[in-house]
């Protein structure tokens, strides 16, 4: 730009800042008048010049309204005086709304595929999808101070609807092989189970958290302790829960 400003930073005028960012020199006097975003300094005529440093405080401020975070909480937000970690915190937040959008759409995909083969899915399957895991909470109370509980949410922070997709097919793949083991009559402590129980061990060690073979013999013990999860998993075939306790319980034995 041909102006500088006294820092020897480039100055913008309002309409050239304006149009740089994509919005209106409205907003730009509307932030100004609330405090938000004031100009560095002014021309010799009195017109508004922006500096880069004023530009970067633009950038984060449209970053959160990307996000829809009111003006004054962003006023708050910006008092941190770490840039670096102030953005950190934003990215996060806007990772996090990433994978939730990313588990939406695989629910709708998953709606859309079934209902084009004629299949839909059921009302408690397409609702379940939309709802918040009401087991989340309480897993962060009960295991939130642990090394498992960690590294599980720090791996599973960047996993798109792809991988999430990959590890449910998965797992229902080894779901699937121990009902046709139990209802087939093979003895949870058999051969052909601990195998399958190995296998479901590494299923969780790889996408989730390093699991010991004592660690994977305690689900059973969390399964009994609380009947909600024996239910989600009888869904799959009744008396499932028990048959992979007691598989995995043989299988670290």
């Given at each position: 730009m041909d102006n500088q400003t006294t820092s020897n930073q480039t100055a913008y005028t309002i309409g050239q800042l304006a149009a740089l960012a994509g919005v209106t020199t409205k907003t730009l006097r509307h932030y100004d008048r609330i405090g938000l975003l004031h100009p560095t300094g002014r021309s010799e005529a009195g017109y508004r010049l922006?500096?880069?440093?004023?530009?970067h405080r633009l950038a984060e401020i449209l970053a959160h309204r990307a996000?829809?975070?009111?003006?004054?909480?962003?006023?708050?937000?910006?008092?941190?005086?770490?840039?670096?970690?102030?953005?950190?915190?934003?990215?996060?937040?806007?990772?996090?709304?990433?994978?939730?959008?990313?588990?939406?759409?695989?629910?709708?995909?998953?709606?859309?595929?079934?209902?084009?083969?004629?299949?839909?899915?059921?009302?408690?399957?397409?609702?379940?999808?939309?709802?918040?895991?009401?087991?989340?909470?309480?897993?962060?109370?009960?295991?939130?101070d642990t090394d498992a509980w960690k590294e599980s949410q720090r791996r599973v922070k960047s996993y798109t609807a792809t991988d999430w997709e990959q590890y449910k097919a998965e797992a229902a793949d080894i779901n699937e092989r121990f009902v046709a083991l139990m209802q087939g009559g093979v003895p949870a402590k058999s051969a052909e189970a601990c195998e399958l129980a190995e296998e479901h061990r590494q299923l969780i060690s790889q996408w989730f958290y390093e699991c010991s073979p004592q660690m994977h013999a305690g689900f059973g013990d969390m399964w009994d302790a609380d009947p909600r999860f024996k239910h989600n998993i009888d869904k799959a075939g009744v008396g499932l829960a028990e048959y992979m306790a007691a598989a995995f319980r043989a299988a670290a034995e």
């Amino acid at each position: 730009m041909d102006n500088q400003t006294t820092s020897n930073q480039t100055a913008y005028t309002i309409g050239q800042l304006a149009a740089l960012a994509g919005v209106t020199t409205k907003t730009l006097r509307h932030y100004d008048r609330i405090g938000l975003l004031h100009p560095t300094g002014r021309s010799e005529a009195g017109y508004r010049l922006y500096s880069d440093n004023d530009g970067h405080r633009l950038a984060e401020i449209l970053a959160h309204r990307a996000l829809d975070v009111p003006l004054e909480q962003i006023a708050i937000l910006l008092a941190e005086p770490k840039r670096a970690d102030r953005l950190s915190a934003h990215l996060e937040e806007m990772k996090q709304r990433r994978r939730k959008l990313d588990g939406l759409i695989y629910h709708l995909e998953e709606m859309i595929r079934l209902e084009k083969k004629g299949v839909p899915m059921s009302a408690h399957d397409e609702l379940n999808g939309f709802a918040h895991n009401p087991y989340e909470d309480e897993a962060r109370d009960k295991w939130g101070d642990t090394d498992a509980w960690k590294e599980s949410q720090r791996r599973v922070k960047s996993y798109t609807a792809t991988d999430w997709e990959q590890y449910k097919a998965e797992a229902a793949d080894i779901n699937e092989r121990f009902v046709a083991l139990m209802q087939g009559g093979v003895p949870a402590k058999s051969a052909e189970a601990c195998e399958l129980a190995e296998e479901h061990r590494q299923l969780i060690s790889q996408w989730f958290y390093e699991c010991s073979p004592q660690m994977h013999a305690g689900f059973g013990d969390m399964w009994d302790a609380d009947p909600r999860f024996k239910h989600n998993i009888d869904k799959a075939g009744v008396g499932l829960a028990e048959y992979m306790a007691a598989a995995f319980r043989a299988a670290a034995e």
